[in-house]
């Protein structure tokens, strides 16, 4: 079994998945609807790195922003959209914020709780043992409900370095923990809500997992599915060449369904460096894959589900990639829409500019439809490495933008197909 053992608590209900919207005609082109900046802005705060979506409501961390706590020690924003419009919400901190804590390295964000993790924070389990805060909505208002920590943390775990959420389940990972598989095998640790209290249900291992695999790096929640990555894992196919972990929920814990590799896995791949499900659709990129656009251009696969076994669908890779570019780093899916990243993709605009890439499925064929770039785009703006879905809109990361208040203060890019009003 791929757990060790904690208190058994109240049973939670099974979140449903996510609603997805209907996917838009392939002729109709994306448009930019807006362009989201932090308020106040900073230089260096990277805004866009970590980004997520829940309806009309989008979260953004800027983890190496400034505020009371100290330097680097990162904040949050949460952009809603009201009647065509997005605006800033409203700027989230912890509540004992301090310097080099890098609160807003992950985000997540299901109906009206926002998950941020804060990877470097110091408490009792050590330095950079990590933290996550918990933030729920009344009314237009967000407020702390909790901070959650391992029960076993110990120095320099980073848990909180990626976060999920689905209804009252939350999955907090914590890539370089020391457990019984070796130093930095990686854990996730899952979390159920009970009112307004949180309580950590299991802790999640590789049942084959062994040292420096990275196992809770990525992760990606759908109802009673969980998807935990461990890029470093060792396979057939190589060292490094990374694994993907699919748990389904039963009762109050969650079981391996599957453990997923790419077909054609390689040395250093680093397949599962990214990933995401809806329903029964799951895509892991493998952002250091090499293959006809050049080394490292990258990849991602998509896997489907049938009964309790999936299968690989395809492999997408970018039509215009080449060497370097990393597609992959960044990937969503919802319903028959597919959102690749690729940050380091050279452009027009310059190097390092960065692009998204929209596929459309038709039946069980994706194929390439939209290539994402704002006009405003500049070299180094890293657009792509972080991606979202709110509705059938798609909701892209620049960390490295260029504002009039700094260099690379970051923004994010809402792109919505021509004509559409939807509501996710």
């Given at each position: 079994m791929a757990c060790s053992g904690s208190s058994p608590v109240a049973p939670t209900p099974t979140p449903s998945p996510s609603p997805?919207?209907?996917?838009?005609?392939?002729?109709?082109?994306?448009?930019?609807?807006?362009?989201?900046?932090?308020?106040?802005?900073?230089?260096?705060?990277?805004f866009g790195f970590a980004l997520a979506a829940s309806d009309d409501t989008v979260v953004v961390g800027a983890y190496l922003e400034d505020t009371a706590g100290g330097t680097d020690a990162g904040a949050a924003y949460i952009f809603v959209r009201s009647a065509g419009s997005w605006v800033q919400q409203q700027r989230l901190t912890a509540s004992d914020g301090a310097a080099l804590d890098q609160f807003g390295r992950a985000v997540a964000v299901s109906g009206d709780t926002v998950v941020v993790g804060a990877l470097q924070a110091d408490h009792a389990g050590g330095s950079d043992a990590g933290a996550a805060y918990v933030f729920v909505r009344t009314g237009t208002t967000w407020r702390e409900q909790a901070k959650l920590t391992a029960p076993d943390a110990a120095p320099d775990d980073q848990f909180g370095f990626l976060v999920t959420i689905s209804g009252n389940t939350l999955v907090a990972g914590s890539h370089l923990d020391d457990n019984q598989n070796g130093?930095?095998?990686?854990?996730?640790?899952?979390?159920?809500?009970?009112?307004?209290?949180?309580?950590?249900?299991?802790?999640?291992?590789?049942?084959?997992?062994?040292?420096?695999?990275r196992f809770g790096f990525p992760l990606a929640l759908d109802g009673?599915?969980?998807?935990?990555?461990?890029?470093?894992?060792?396979?057939?196919?190589?060292?490094?060449?990374?694994?993907?972990?699919?748990?389904?929920r039963a009762g109050t814990g969650f079981t391996l369904q599957q453990k997923l590799a790419a077909p054609d896995g390689a040395p250093d791949d680093q397949f599962g460096r990214w990933v995401s499900v809806s329903r029964?659709?799951?895509?892991?990129?493998?952002?250091?894959?090499?293959?006809?656009?050049?080394?490292?251009?990258g990849s991602a696969y998509v896997f489907v589900r049938s009964g309790s076994a999936w299968t690989l669908q395809q492999k997408l890779t970018?039509?215009?990639?080449?060497?370097?570019?990393?597609?992959?780093?960044?990937?969503?899916?919802?319903?028959?829409?597919?959102?690749?990243?690729?940050?380091?993709?050279?452009?027009?605009?310059?190097?390092?500019?960065?692009?998204a890439h929209v596929f459309l499925r038709s039946g069980t064929?994706?194929?390439?439809?939209?290539?994402?770039?704002?006009?405003?785009?500049?070299?180094?703006?890293?657009?792509?490495?972080?991606?979202?879905?709110s509705g059938s809109a798609v909701v892209v990361g620049s960390e490295g933008s260029d504002l009039p208040a700094g260099q690379d203060a970051g923004a994010v890019y809402v792109f919505r197909p021509a004509g559409s009003t939807d509501r996710p």
């Open positions: 997805v919207p209907s996917p838009p005609n392939a002729s109709v082109p994306f448009v930019q609807e807006a362009k989201l900046v932090a308020a106040p802005a900073q230089a260096g705060a990277a130093p930095e095998a990686g854990s996730a640790y899952v979390f159920s809500r009970s009112g307004t209290a949180w309580t950590m249900e299991q802790k999640l291992v590789a049942p084959d997992g062994i040292a420096d695999d009673s599915t969980l998807v935990v990555g461990s890029y470093r894992n060792d396979t057939a196919g190589g060292v490094d060449t990374g694994s993907v972990y699919v748990f389904v029964d659709t799951l895509v892991a990129s493998s952002i250091l894959d090499d293959n006809a656009n050049g080394a490292d251009a970018a039509d215009d990639g080449a060497e370097s570019d990393q597609f992959g780093r960044s990937v969503a899916v919802s319903g028959e829409l597919l959102a690749v990243g690729a940050y380091l993709d050279d452009t027009a605009a310059g190097p390092d500019a960065g692009t064929t994706w194929t390439a439809r939209w290539r994402l770039a704002p006009a405003d785009t500049a070299a180094g703006d890293l657009l792509g490495r972080a991606v979202a879905f």
